[in-house]
């Protein structure tokens, strides 16, 4: 009986108060809740992907083809699903664009992985082989589907913006804003002292404004704040500006919290306002004997104070964002001043702390009004203005911006393009599937259904734009199987022809006909979808062009999302303890109060 109860006493020990899924069921859950996170994003992939209309518990509405942003606004509970959202994030933050395709991917490599699984193949082995597949795939893409060069073409910039446009909702206008987009992140490069390039997506703000087509959208040089002069009096245009910025009330001077001055005699209470009144203006005086002629806080500034600037002619803007300070400090060279307050236990206020620019200008489009900082002295900065008929797709226009923005400074940076269209994934295909035949170990499965995975681009893309997937997807296979052949085997080919050719009493250039086959071979590795004339076409001729980082990290960020989820085995979910009792009675009943 003892021993019966010891036994049953350990079972209570070891139980989880929880729920616990274990083996193939939790694997299985794990790819179905991620299959369906992809799915909810696959229609929205390519340049005639469809919109997704959000609606959240507010009654906000969101209408975008975004994939990081449908991701977000979706409320995912599993957290297998979750580690998918946070993927389209970090791809996002990495590259700002490919954050649709990624997900696919990862769900695709996920999918195909649980039918080896099903196969009887350990989940290690396939891991290792997901592993081998994406190193190998990602020194193809370096070595053989790369077009690098330290100085690319301004063309090929502009058709690397054109094709991250093409899938958004200015996707018919890519020609107008891929040169603004270009030509803006042009104007705001930065040389380090090690003589490297850098390209700042933050020195270029975005504004909206409401009313016009989106072709009167605008490239402004110089940085443009979303605020308007404190008073009307205050002029609208400064040339030689000298800029004092600030994140402090600039107010009448009052008494701190907690200071009670007793007053008995009436005339001395006129005195204490007249004191306060004259420290405001000595403050004020001290900013306008720096020579500063705009002055920006982040606060509020008073009408008191207003008035002392208005009548020295000084551009007052308050309210300005803290972001926007910090940015417009850094492009004209200004410091952001805290207090009045110096060592001495005084108050002053340096010309040092100044910024410096060509003309700061309160400019009017339509019904919304902007202050533009031309030319800062300190660094370049520009501004781009859109122009649309409502928010939502103001808003969808700035996100298509934004990525394109994204995907020029990555292309600047690391001076390499490959080409879009499912090129690259049609092409890792074919190596992966000739590659795997090579390792004589399990992980040779793991690599070919790596192979078949990454055929899910072209498929998506094909099935958006209402083409036949499986016959273009078996036309790209076969272009970039000529392209990977090797020589030899290509020599012989073009051999055959030419004895056909002299048996059938045809006259042939043999030299000729081989010339235009090895030709034929390098062209073919750049060739993708042509969705427009639903075809296969050399996108390198067409500009169908993405960045290479965009490739490798989408593929690198895919795989090891995949093989996280892979390696769980064990699902517990622990149940929330409920707290016992709580009234007065149960306190003494269980001791810890006396009655």
């Not at 077009?147 to 899938?167: F, H, P, R, W, Y």
């Not at 308007?228 to 001077?253: E, L, R, W, Y």
């Not at 970039?480 to 055959?496: G, L, S, Y």
């Not at 390696?567 to 003494?588: C, F, H, M, V, W």
Request: hydrophobic share 40%; net charge neutral.
């Amino acid at each position: 009986f003892n021993s019966k109860k010891s036994s049953m006493s350990s079972q209570k020990t070891l139980a989880l108060g929880g729920e616990r899924i274990s083996g193939s069921q939790v694997r299985s859950q794990n790819v179905t809740a991620a299959v369906a996170v992809a799915n909810v994003v696959k229609s929205s992939l390519g340049p005639v992907g469809l919109d997704k209309m959000l609606v959240d518990d507010v009654g906000d509405v969101t209408i975008t083809n975004d994939g990081a942003t449908i991701l977000q606004l979706l409320e995912v509970e599993h957290p297998a699903g979750k580690v998918l959202v946070e993927l389209a994030d970090l791809q996002d933050q990495e590259v700002g664009d490919g954050t649709t395709s990624v997900v696919i991917i990862a769900a695709e490599l996920l999918k195909i992985a649980e039918e080896l699984v099903h196969d009887k193949i350990h989940p290690t082995s396939i891991i290792s082989g997901f592993r081998i597949a994406c190193r190998e795939a990602v020194e193809f893409i370096q070595k053989e589907l790369s077009i690098s060069g330290d100085d690319l073409e301004e063309d090929t910039i502009v058709n690397v913006a054109k094709t991250s446009m093409s899938s958004k909702i200015i996707g018919s206008e890519s020609d107008f804003f891929a040169k603004i987009v270009v030509d803006a992140m042009n104007a705001v490069k930065r040389t380090s002292s090690k003589g490297k390039s850098k390209y700042p997506v933050k020195a270029v703000n975005v504004l909206k404004a409401h009313g016009g087509r989106a072709k009167e959208s605008r490239l402004v040089d110089g940085y443009a704040i979303n605020n308007t002069v404190a008073s009307q009096a205050c002029p609208k245009k400064m040339n030689g500006a000298k800029i004092a910025c600030f994140d402090m009330n600039i107010h009448k001077a009052r008494m701190k919290m907690g200071v009670n001055v007793v007053v008995t005699e009436a005339d001395k209470l006129d005195g204490i306002r007249k004191r306060e009144e004259d420290i405001t203006k000595e403050r004020i005086q001290l900013i306008l004997n720096s020579g500063a002629n705009v002055v920006l806080t982040v606060q509020g500034i008073d009408d008191m104070s207003l008035k002392y600037f208005v009548e020295a002619g000084v551009m007052a803007i308050r309210r300005v964002t803290k972001e926007d300070m910090k940015r417009i400090a850094r492009v004209t060279g200004a410091t952001i001043v805290t207090s009045f307050s110096d060592m001495d236990g005084g108050e002053s206020y340096d010309a040092s702390n100044l910024g410096y620019s060509e003309s700061v200008v309160q400019e009017r489009v339509s019904d919304d009004e902007f202050i533009v900082i031309n030319k800062p002295k300190a660094k370049t900065a520009a501004s781009i203005v859109l122009r649309g008929a409502n928010d939502f797709m103001l808003d969808e226009m700035e996100r298509a911006i934004h990525d394109s923005l994204c995907v020029v400074k990555r292309v600047l940076e690391s001076k390499s393009v490959v080409a879009g269209g499912g090129s690259v994934e049609a092409a890792l295909s074919v190596f992966l599937s000739n590659f795997s035949l090579t390792i004589s170990s399990r992980e040779q499965l793991a690599i070919g259904a790596f192979a078949k995975a990454l055929l899910v681009i072209p498929k998506t893309l094909a099935n958006n734009a209402a083409c036949d997937a499986r016959d273009l997807t078996a036309t790209l296979r076969s272009c970039h199987h000529t392209a990977q052949r090797p020589e030899r085997a290509e020599i012989e080919i073009v051999k055959k022809k030419v004895q056909k050719k002299k048996e059938a009493g045809e006259e042939v250039d043999e030299a000729k006909m081989m010339e235009e086959a090895m030709e034929k071979k390098k062209e073919l590795k750049w060739y993708g979808l042509d969705l427009v004339n639903k075809t296969v076409a050399n996108n390198r001729l067409l500009g169908v062009l993405e960045p290479s980082m965009s490739k490798i990290k989408s593929i690198r960020f895919a795989t090891e999302a995949a093989i996280s989820i892979l390696r769980i085995d064990d699902y517990i979910k622990l149940t929330p303890s409920q707290e016992e009792g709580g009234s007065y009675y149960d306190a003494i009943n269980s001791g810890s109060i006396q009655g």
